[in-house]
């Protein structure tokens, strides 16, 4: 079974902290993405990556960044938290176009920072 | 960008009924999923479906590209279909995220 899989479905930290969060995807996909869930404002698309070290902005990249190093593992980092930040962090990935490029999502973080 | 429409927003419903969830895109599409979010947030892929007719047990989905809309049919419904339901679109070559609309809140009663 396919997966995409997130380090930590909750989370509490502190403001002014360094946070990292891991997704790791076993499906060999190209493309990887970070999105955040807000009551009221959806889904909506932070960071994503079409390869290994490569970063394109999302539609909210202010306050975070990105790191791809190995094709499965796509991080996102907060690099202050605040309390802003607050959310449900969804990662997903996708294979290139030419191939079945269904979306598959992780399980989620729940981030609450305080 | 795409703007992606979802109706109704809220949907309550006795257990054994059916119902049409609808999605409405503003340009071309080359990838339309639906998604069930369960009560633990994990976006649950129903159907990748940027055109055509499936169908999975009491779930089904047609999109009519041409006109821009997507619709999600289920039937017999079960407490458990309960929950948020998603369309999501992706119009262009690149790698660039689903949009998504803002959902469909569905309550199945007992």
Known sequence: DVKV????????????????????QDMDHENMFWYRQDPGLGLRLIYFSYDVKMK???????????????????????????????????????ARLGRYHGYTFGSGTRLTVV | GIQV????????????????????????????????QNPWGQLINLFY???????????????VATERYSLLYISSSQTTDSGV???AVRSGGGADGLTFGKGTHLIIQP
């Open chain 2, 5 to 36: 429409e979802q109706s109704p927003p809220d949907l309550i419903l006795q257990e054994g009924a059916n119902s049409t969830l609808r999605c409405n895109f503003s340009d071309s599409v080359n990838n339309l999923q639906w998604f069930h």
């Open chain 2, 49 to 63: 479906i940027p055109s055509g007719t499936k169908q999975n047990g009491r779930l089904s989905a047609t999109t």
């Open chain 1, 5 to 24: 899989t997130q380090s930590s479905r909750y989370l509490v930290k502190r403001t002014g902290e360094k946070v990292f969060l891991e997704c790791v």
């Open chain 1, 56 to 94: 394109e902005k999302g539609d909210i990249p202010e306050g975070y960044s990105v790191s791809r190093e190995k094709k499965e593992r796509f991080s996102l980092i907060l690099e202050s938290a605040s309390t802003n930040q607050t959310s449900m962090y969804l990662c997903a990935s996708s």
């Open chain 2, 85 to 87: 339901y998603f369309c």
